[in-house]
């Protein structure tokens, strides 16, 4: 009787260590989740019913105002989500199909240097933002190496003032988003690609399959589960763009560039905000609209998604 309640207490013991241990591992992320997020979603909801600069003292409780004047009289918000989306509709088509192709390209056994090709697609997404901005904003300059090319070629006449313009100015952000992030996609298709099994690929060869077959027929619905996921990401990373537009556009040509995540930055954060003490409580409306909008878009995906597999 003895034995078996020594058995079963180190037994207990034995899973209490292992228990805390757990704890211990996870510790630090538990840790990061309630200082990084947990904390700021509160103090967010807290202060989106008060007219606040940063002092407390002079916190004024306004309730639901913050909410309403977003929706009855400041369409600016309104006006960045058009950006906003209009740079995921130009963006996508041009990232996704891309980083697919040279996803297939480097996959192929017998390409020399593939690992090395990897490398430099990847490359660019591991560079600063801030550094990226500076690298397209002179390309683009009206004096930069952009115009330089396209004049020597023929392609334009003079100069082109390309962040003059919001169409010019979106089309530089396009381009350097992209060059920025397909590259991680490149990688994901890639891993997916890995997962193909090759007979499937041989017996298509012997049937004479040809190569748009293969992809059509083969390769595209045995990855279509992992890029749901990617667009998925890509989506909710584009929607989200931000530092890239402040350092590139700032906004620019008076504040037709801005993204609604880059416009929270530039107008409510202090030390990016235009103005010395900016309504924080204002922000905190809007960051909240924006994070349900966000979430009800991730939601439709995923529906949509259920619905186009059924």
């Known amino acids: 009787m003895s034995i078996n309640k020594q058995?079963?207490?180190?037994?207990?013991?034995?899973?209490?260590?292992?228990?805390?241990?757990?704890?211990?591992?996870?510790?630090?992320?538990?840790?990061?989740?309630?200082?990084?997020?947990?904390?700021?979603?509160?103090?967010?909801f807290r202060w989106a019913f008060f007219n606040y600069n940063g002092v407390e003292s002079k916190a004024v409780y306004v309730g639901l105002e913050n909410f309403i004047r977003m929706f009855t009289t400041d369409f600016t918000y309104w006006k960045v989500w058009g950006n906003t989306l209009l740079l995921a509709l130009c963006k996508l088509p041009l990232e996704l199909p891309l980083a697919m192709i040279i996803a297939l390209l480097l996959s192929q056994k017998k390409l020399f240097g593939s690992n090395f090709f990897r490398t430099m697609y990847y490359l660019p997404n591991i560079i600063s933002v801030a550094v990226v901005g500076l690298i397209f904003s002179n390309m683009f300059s009206i004096w930069g190496y952009v115009n330089n090319v396209l004049m020597d070629i023929g392609i334009i006449a003079k100069e082109i003032n390309w962040f003059a313009t919001k169409a010019g100015a979106m089309a530089v952000i396009v381009i350097s988003s992209t060059w920025s992030s397909f590259g991680v996609n490149v990688m994901y298709f890639m891993a997916a690609l890995t997962n193909v099994p090759e007979e499937l690929y041989e017996c298509a060869r012997l049937d004479g399959a040809s190569q748009w077959t293969v992809f059509w027929k083969i390769t595209l619905p045995m990855i279509v589960s992992v890029f749901k996921i990617i667009l998925l990401m890509s989506i909710v990373g584009t929607l989200g763009t931000n530092e890239s537009i402040l350092a590139l556009t700032n906004g620019g040509p008076f504040g037709e560039t801005y993204t609604v995540m880059s416009y929270l930055t530039g107008k409510f954060v202090p030390g990016f905000a235009d103005v010395a003490s900016p309504n924080l409580g204002y922000g905190c409306a809007m960051s909240i609209i924006t994070t349900i909008l966000f979430a009800f878009i991730?939601?439709?995906?995923?529906?949509?998604?259920?619905?186009?597999?059924d």
């Open 298 to 309: 991730a939601v439709g995906y995923n529906w949509l998604n259920k619905k186009m597999q």
């Open 7 to 44: 058995s079963k207490g180190g037994i207990r013991s034995k899973q209490i260590q292992e228990e805390r241990a757990c704890y211990l591992m996870l510790a630090t992320q538990i840790i990061g989740f309630l200082a990084l997020s947990a904390y700021p979603i509160i103090w967010t």
